[in-house]
């Protein structure tokens, strides 16, 4: 059975960076193990309510089926832009709406978009502590992907 890999884009800024970097390691995943199936959610492309505390089952809108893709995955790549020092509320809110048993004893690796590449710290103090509270095995170290204005470019190199 083909172990299937998810990208979560945390991200709802049109035309922003998180998933174009979480595409690129799905991409890469996927090339250096053929084996691996990837998708991609992208949190701009499915309306989640509010998490209330309801069962899941009573929300009315893609609430149910995210969950169900998410509890379906083996394995995560999860990127977040960074805004005031920590990962995006759409990004708290989805999680809030998972049951511990849906992450519980998966993997996941993190990505960070930010504007300078210190933005890679919140991953390690606010993403990673919230993920291991679901039980999960996280990938040793984060990446960050400052994407500021220039110099800096999509992988913190200095442009010409």
Request: charged share 20%.
């Amino acid at each position: 059975m083909a172990t299937t890999l998810l990208g979560i884009s945390g991200s709802l800024t049109k035309g922003g960076s998180t998933r174009t970097v979480v595409e690129h390691a799905l991409r890469a995943a996927t090339a250096r193990y053929p084996e691996v199936t990837a998708a991609i959610l992208d949190l701009r492309e499915v309306t989640l309510s509010f998490c209330d505390g309801r069962p899941v089952h009573e929300y009315t809108d893609d609430t149910p089926q995210v969950v169900a893709r998410i509890q379906a995955a083996d394995a995560y790549v999860i990127g977040t832009p960074i805004y005031r020092g920590s990962y995006t509320g759409s990004l708290k809110n989805l999680l809030d709406h998972l049951p511990v048993e849906a992450l519980m004893g998966k993997v996941a690796g993190l990505i960070a978009t930010g504007a300078t590449d210190h933005h890679y710290l919140s991953i390690d103090q606010e993403l990673r502590p919230v993920l291991i509270w679901f039980n999960m095995h996280l990938v040793p170290g984060s990446q960050g992907s400052p994407l500021g204005p220039p110099p800096l470019s999509l992988w913190g190199r200095r442009r010409p």
